[in-house]
């Protein structure tokens, strides 16, 4: 099956720092989402990003489905951009079943 | 805030007991998720209902038992759960019957089974 990594598992920022998470996805996929898991357990889609590049304020997402990576940026960051942020592929047999990766855990410092 | 409303926001049940979780979504979205989550974990499909038919079964043990009254409406019925049931269990709607279109999810329910 398809498998998605992303990088790095871990990252702790000073407020106002910049960042970029990674997904790689291993094989063609109809489309990729970014969601945000904040410390209460809610889960925000963030990106619906099949390819290209979208921006949202402080966030951005590219995706380079040829390649089979997507991106996601954080500028400037705050404290509530703490959380998990997870990216998910959806399989080109089924695209009810979403495949997530492990996340990346943001701690963002005041 | 979410515009999936889950109920309740936390669950405590014992292994005998039987209830229900229930979701809602007022987005029109013709597809509707149950996913579960354990801690520090990414959320697992558990069932798709598609325009109000179940889709997708992924092998849950029979003491989950969803329901879709209607395209608003998604229920989880829990009966004779073990310990290691205990998660958060999120609701999800995407509007494409298809699943081809963002997922948005509801805020959970965390589930304790004592």
């Known amino acids: 099956g398809i498998q998605v990594e992303q990088s790095p598992p871990d990252l702790i920022l000073q407020e106002g720092a910049n960042s970029t998470l990674r997904c790689n996805f291993s094989?063609?996929?109809?489309?990729l989402q970014w969601f945000h898991q904040n410390p209460w357990g809610q889960l925000i889609n963030l990106f619906y990003?099949?390819?290209g590049t979208k921006q949202n304020g402080r966030l951005s997402a590219t995706t380079v489905a040829t390649e089979r990576y997507s991106l996601l940026y954080i500028s400037s960051s705050q404290t509530t951009d703490s959380g998990v942020y997870f990216c998910?592929?959806?399989?080109?047999?089924?695209?009810?079943?979403?495949?997530f990766g492990s996340g990346t855990r943001l701690l963002v410092r005041p | 805030d979410t515009e999936v409303t889950q109920t309740p926001k936390h669950l405590v049940m014992g292994m005998t007991n039987k209830k229900s979780l229930k979701c809602e979504q007022h987005?029109?979205?013709?597809?509707m998720y149950w996913y579960k989550q354990k801690a520090k974990k990414p959320p697992e499909l558990m069932f798709v209902?598609?325009?109000?038919?179940?889709?997708i079964n992924e092998s849950v043990p029979s003491r989950f038992s969803p329901e879709c009254p209607n395209s608003s409406l998604l229920n989880l019925h829990l009966h004779a759960l073990q310990p290691e049931d205990s998660a958060l269990y999120l609701c999800?709607?995407?509007?494409?019957?298809?699943?081809?279109?963002?997922?948005?999810f509801g805020n959970g329910t965390r589930l304790t089974v004592t």
């Open positions: 999800a709607s995407s509007q494409s019957g298809t699943g081809n279109s963002p997922l948005h």
């Open positions: 987005m029109g979205h013709r597809a």
């Open positions: 990003i099949p390819s």
């Open positions: 209902y598609s325009y109000e038919k179940l889709s």
């Open positions: 094989d063609s996929v109809n489309n």
């Open positions: 998910a592929v959806d399989r080109m047999d089924s695209s009810y079943k979403l495949i």
